[in-house]
């Protein structure tokens, strides 16, 4: 029964891979150049949890991108210079994505969630093929790209414009003399949390968590308390918004709900759990946390 509950669980993952699309929301708060971080909690529960990051070659970009029937090598060079092929990629400005498109351009574009690379590769297919036909030169049309279409109509054309499409057209040339292939690269890290209950309670988890491509984050691991009670556990988190989540897990106590909604830095993530509900509300690497009747209050760093 146990080895029939996990393969539902797993085809349920895999089914939802093609369907949805979701940053897990520390792998939206993981995402500058740091690639070791530590949250410290502090109230009625004292808690520590370190955790590792990785930026790993995952799947190769060239079909995808092909497949959007735009020219390939353009497409590329320009998805290098935006995020370097990082499928979790978030600039100061709130550009998402391998593509890097801001909300109100995604929105326009009809681009739900932009670290989806598959719908953001089209995305950017489609832009590129708009702007194209407003001003049918490469250079003009990313020029347009970076600086905007109205300011191009215009002539108002910026020095930063211009370098924006000489880098591109240096990577175009460089893929259509080299055949160089690339591979999207995504997101996998490996934690350790210990969290201590008053009087002489604790909880140990350790586990990681891996993005596939932007479409489906899975969660898995392993717990252990004070009572000697071990279990493996195990969540996915499946987005049909950018802006929101919807949580399944499991584990040895049973099933796991919630949700998980954005808005600009703040985040709210909301879990039923066999052992209770838990919550924990985010803020520009502050937050408040609930689980098992106990209140903390945590601090994000990294280096």
Not at 48 to 60: H, Y
Not at 76 to 81: L, Q, T, V, Y
Not at 91 to 104: C, D, E, H, P
Not at 204 to 228: C, F, H, P, Q
Request: hydrophobic share 45%; proline share 3%.
């Amino acid at each position: 029964m146990r080895y029939q509950l996990l393969l539902l669980i797993l085809s349920f993952i895999a089914f939802n891979t093609f369907i949805f699309a979701d940053p897990l929301s520390e792998i939206e708060w993981l995402r500058d150049s740091k690639d070791f971080y530590v949250y410290v909690e502090a109230g009625n529960m004292l808690g520590v949890k370190a955790i590792k990051v990785f930026e790993v070659p995952i799947f190769w970009a060239d079909p995808v991108i092909a497949f959007t029937g735009c020219d390939l090598n353009l497409i590329k060079a320009m998805i290098r210079n935006e995020s370097g092929f990082k499928v979790h990629a978030k600039s100061k400005t709130g550009a998402l994505g391998v593509a890097q498109i801001v909300r109100s351009t995604a929105k326009w574009l009809g681009l739900k969630n932009p670290y989806n690379v598959f719908a953001s590769a089209f995305a950017m297919c489609k832009y590129v093929k708009y702007l194209y036909k407003k001003f049918p030169d490469t250079e003009k049309m990313l020029i347009a790209y970076h600086d905007g279409e109205g300011n191009v109509s215009k002539g108002k054309i910026s020095a930063e414009g211009k370098r924006y499409a000489q880098i591109i057209m240096k990577f175009y040339k460089e893929y259509q003399q080299t055949g160089k292939v690339e591979f999207f690269k995504d997101r996998v890290f490996f934690f350790a949390s210990l969290e201590y209950f008053y009087p002489l309670d604790f909880e140990l988890r350790l586990g990681g968590t891996m993005s596939l491509l932007g479409e489906v984050d899975l969660e898995g691991g392993a717990y252990i308390n004070s009572r000697k009670y071990y279990a493996p556990f195990v969540r996915s988190y499946i987005r049909p918004y950018h802006d929101l989540a919807f949580i399944l897990g499991w584990n040895n106590m049973g099933w796991e709900f919630g949700s998980s909604t954005w808005y600009g830095e703040y985040n709210l993530e909301v879990i039923a759990t066999p052992q209770g509900p838990e919550s924990t509300i985010y803020y520009n690497g502050m937050g408040l946390k609930f689980k098992n009747g106990r209140m903390a209050l945590f601090y994000r760093f990294g280096w």
